[in-house]
Antibody, heavy 121, light 107 residues
């Protein structure tokens, strides 16, 4: 069974940093792309970042470029999101998600339960 | 970036109704269009991928159609568990973008 478990969320002051983790199990993590998607309270879904299986290709949303860094450790089956210079508008539930893991095209087919990041003084 | 626009933003319907949600892309995305259902406090769940392919385990009352810029999600006969928020999302290019969502409420 595919499982994605996020951790590392919490309350942080504006300008602060936080590192999110996503522990993956139930599939061959090292051969699949991963993404972070976030959802501000009461708002819609926003894609944040993408990383290829070997970490050779990385993309970011313009809203986080230069402040967030996605990475992965295939030996530990783990995905990370280092978030620096946090702003109030980064407040959201952050989900890790696979893309096209199963027979589901290029959809985000498996999601974690999410971890809440609150940026406030 | 490709903009995704859903309509309506909200919809009231009754159990048994047929419901259609539309999604328009700002440029052609071929069939790289996915639909998700999200219930309060839960992660989204993929219903339809590649515009019209039903995800495994999803009831057949859900269907998707369209290509290019215009897409639809249809629920043929609403069930109580279908009241949720629905999102379209394009996987044609990066950044991946979502529609703003359609909240489906009980009438």
């Amino acid at each position: 069974e595919v499982q994605l478990v996020e951790s590392g969320g919490g309350l942080v002051q504006p300008g602060g940093s936080l590192r999110l983790s996503c522990a993956a199990s139930g599939f061959s993590f090292s051969t699949h792309t991963m993404n972070w998607v976030r959802q501000a309270p009461g708002k819609g879904l926003e894609w944040v970042s993408y990383i290829s299986s070997s970490s050779s290709t990385i993309y970011y949303a313009d809203s986080v470029k230069g402040r967030f860094t996605i990475s992965r450790d295939n030996a530990k089956n783990s995905l990370y999101l280092q978030m620096n210079s946090l702003r109030a508008e980064d407040t959201a539930v952050y989900y890790c998600a696979t893309e096209g893991l199963g027979y589901s095209g290029l959809s985000f087919d498996y999601w974690g339960q999410g971890t809440l990041v609150t940026v406030s003084s | 970036d490709i903009q995704m626009t859903q309509s309506p933003s909200s919809l009231s319907a009754s159990v048994g109704d047929r419901v259609t949600i539309t999604c328009r892309a700002s440029q052609s995305i071929s069939s790289y269009l996915n639909w998700y259902q999200q219930k309060p406090g839960k992660a989204p769940k993929v219903l339809i991928y590649a515009a019209s392919s039903l995800q495994s385990g999803v009831p057949s009352r859900f269907s998707g159609s369209g290509s290019g810029t215009d897409f639809t999600l249809t629920i043929s006969s609403l069930q109580p568990e279908d009241f949720a928020t629905y999102y379209c999302q394009q996987s044609y290019s990066t950044p991946r973008t979502f529609g703003q969502g359609t909240r489906l409420e009980i009438k």
